[in-house]
C-alpha cells in the first residue's frame, strides 16, 4: 500500500493534534484508518502493523504515514551479509542453476555511438570488441595493456564465470594497433578508430541472454511475477554479491576497514586471518605473516593469492608499515574495495527503504531525481529536491562519499540511521593517508531498469533475454526468481 503525504498542520488535523516536526512516530495499531477527506487522500489501512509516521522538515516540509511491510521475504544469510535483506516478489523459492557453464550467461556491452573512423591517424585510438570467457576485467585488461603497450579503458566490469562482450581502448595514442588480438580467453577485434578513450559514459546498458538449469515446475509463474514487477519499476536495484568478492568477509569489509584509517585491520582481512569462512590454513598464513613468523606465512599462502603473497613479502621486508603493505595492492583493486563499502552501504539503504514501505518505483516531492530516457534504460544527471520534476522524473538514492549532503529526502534518512549504525561519516571517505582511495559517491536508481524482456520454457531449462542500466546486476533480477537458500552454490556470484 502506498504511502500517504500531508503537509504537518494536515497530519495534526487528521491525527487529532499530533505534532509531526520532530523524530519517526510509531502510533497504536489500528485495523482500519481511515476519514482521511482530502481530497487527495485515500484510504490507508494498517491490518497488523503499526502506522509509521516520518517526518521531513527540508524546504519541502511534510509528513509521510504509511503502513510499515512487515510481507516481505527475508534474504539468504550470504545475501544480508552484504546488506541484501529482502526480496519484493512474494512467490516461493523455485529451484534452478544460473551459470551452469560460462556459456550460460552471456552479456554483451551496449555503447552509446561513437564518431567511428575507420582510418586510424595518430591522434586517434584503437576501439577493440573484446569478448572474454571465464577470465574477469582486470586481468584481461591486464593482458590486453601488455599487447597494446599502454593502459586500457573500459566502460565497466563484466561477470568472470560468462561469456562477455565489453569495448576497451588504450588510454595512450602510441600504443599498438593490432588488428586482433587472440589469447585463450579472451580475443580482441579492432572495430575502428575513435577521438577519446573508452569510459563508463559511454556505456547505455547491458544485454543479457541467461539460461536456468534444471528449474522448479512453478517456474513460468515465479518469471512472469518477475518480469511485471520489474515494468512496474518495484525490483530493488541492489548490488549484486559479484561486486564483493568470494571470501567469507568480503570486499566491502576491506574497503570499511580503510575508510575509517584502521590499516592493519584491513591488512589482516586482505590475508584472510580475520575471515572466520577461510579455511583454518589459510587464515593461519594470514596470521604467520602478521606476526613475523616468515619460515611459516609464505610458505603457506595459498596458490593463486597474488595479491596477498606481495602484500606479505612487503611486510616482511617493512613489519607494521600497513599504508606501504596496502599500496603493493593495485590501485584500481584498493578503489574497489572502498566502492565495495559504498555499495554495501546503498544496499543496506535500499533494504530499509523497502522494509519502510517506500515506493521505490517513482518520484516523490522531496526525492533527488533524475530524468529517465524515453526507453526508460538511461538517466540524466541527478537533479535537485528543489528542482520541478519532469514526466519522465525517477528516484535518486545517494551512494555515500565525501560528498554526501544530507537534503532531507526519504533516503537520505535512511542513509543517516545506516552510517550511524557503522560508525562512519561521509567525510571519512576522503582518506587522508591513502588519498588515491578517496571516493566522492554518488547517485543510483533505487529500482531495475528492465527492458525487452522474454523469455523461453523447455522442459526445466528457462532462457531468459533482457537489457538492463549500466551498473546493474541481472543476478539481482534472477534471484526474485530463484530466491536460492545458497545464492553462490545456484550461481548468483
Not at 420 to 435: I, N, R
Request: charged share 25%; proline share 6%; with cysteine.
Amino acid at each position: 500500500m502506498e504511502s500517504l503525504r500531508l503537509r504537518p498542520s494536515e497530519l495534526q488535523g487528521v491525527l487529532g493534534g499530533i505534532s509531526c516536526l520532530g523524530p519517526d512516530v510509531s502510533l497504536l495499531m489500528r485495523p482500519l484508518f481511515d476519514s482521511l477527506t482530502r481530497p487527495f487522500l485515500t484510504e490507508l489501512a494498517c491490518e497488523t502493523t503499526p502506522l509509521s509516521v516520518r517526518c521531513h522538515t527540508n524546504q519541502n516540509q511534510y509528513c509521510v504515514v504509511s503502513c510499515p511491510n512487515t510481507t516481505l521475504i527475508p534474504a539468504a544469510d550470504a545475501e544480508r551479509r552484504v546488506g541484501i535483506e529482502f526480496y519484493a516478489s512474494a512467490g516461493a523459492p523455485c529451484a534452478g542453476r544460473a551459470k551452469s557453464s560460462a556459456s550460460d550467461f552471456v552479456v554483451e556491452e551496449r555503447i552509446i555511438e561513437f564518431p567511428l573512423s575507420g582510418e586510424g591517424h595518430p591522434d586517434t585510438f584503437p576501439l577493440y570488441r573484446v569478448q572474454k570467457r571465464s577470465i574477469d576485467t582486470l586481468h584481461m585488461a591486464k593482458d590486453l595493456a601488455s599487447e597494446l603497450r599502454s593502459r586500457v579503458s573500459c566502460g565497466g566490469m563484466k561477470d568472470k564465470r560468462a561469456v562477455a562482450v565489453q569495448y576497451v581502448t588504450p588510454t595512450s595514442r602510441r600504443s599498438l594497433r593490432p588488428l586482433r588480438v587472440a589469447k585463450e580467453d579472451y580475443t580482441a577485434e579492432l572495430v575502428g578508430y575513435v577521438t577519446e578513450p573508452m569510459s563508463r559514459a559511454r556505456v547505455a546498458g547491458n544485454g543479457f541472454t541467461v539460461i536456468l538449469r534444471n528449474c522448479c515446475a512453478e517456474v513460468a509463474a515465479r518469471v512472469e511475477e518477475a518480469m511485471r514487477l520489474s515494468e512496474q519499476r518495484r525490483l530493488p536495484n541492489y548490488y549484486g554479491l559479484q561486486r564483493f568478492g568470494t571470501s567469507g568477509s568480503g570486499t566491502h569489509q576491506i574497503g570499511k576497514a580503510i575508510v575509517k584509517g584502521e590499516f592493519e585491520e584491513a591488512v589482516r582481512l586482505l590475508l584472510g586471518a580475520s575471515i572466520p569462512a577461510e579455511p583454518e590454513a589459510d587464515r593461519g598464513a594470514g596470521e604467520a605473516v602478521l606476526t613475523q613468523r616468515h619460515d611459516r606465512g609464505i610458505s603457506f599462502m595459498p596458490a593463486g593469492r597474488d595479491v596477498e603473497t606481495v602484500v606479505a613479502k612487503e611486510l616482511i621486508q617493512h613489519p607494521q608499515e600497513w599504508v606501504r603493505a596496502l599500496r603493493r595492492v593495485p590501485i584500481k583493486l584498493r578503489r574497489l574495495y572502498v566502492q565495495a563499502y559504498q555499495s554495501y552501504l546503498f544496499n543496506r539503504t535500499l533494504s530499509k527503504s523497502m522494509e519502510e514501505g517506500e515506493d521505490i518505483s517513482k518520484m516523490v516531492p522531496g526525492d533527488n531525481w533524475a530524468e529517465a530516457s524515453p526507453d526508460g534504460i538511461l538517466t540524466s544527471a541527478p537533479r535537485g529536491v528543489r528542482d520541478t520534476p519532469t514526466a519522465r522524473a525517477v528516484p535518486m538514492v545517494q551512494v555515500v562519499g565525501y560528498a554526501f549532503r544530507h537534503y532531507g529526502s526519504r533516503f537520505d534518512r535512511h542513509i543517516i540511521s545506516v552510517l550511524e549504525s557503522e560508525g562512519v561519516e561521509p567525510g571519512s571517505f576522503y582518506v587522508k593517508d591513502m588519498q588515491e582511495v578517496s571516493a566522492e559517491g554518488g547517485f543510483r536508481r533505487p529500482h531495475l531498469a528492465v527492458r525487452d524482456a522474454s523469455w523461453d520454457i523447455e522442459g526445466n531449462d528457462v532462457t531468459l533475454r533482457f537489457i538492463l542500466g549500466k551498473g546493474q546486476y541481472a543476478t539481482v533480477l534472477i534471484r526474485e526468481i530463484l530466491k536460492p537458500r545458497d545464492p553462490v552454490a545456484s550461481g548468483l556470484a
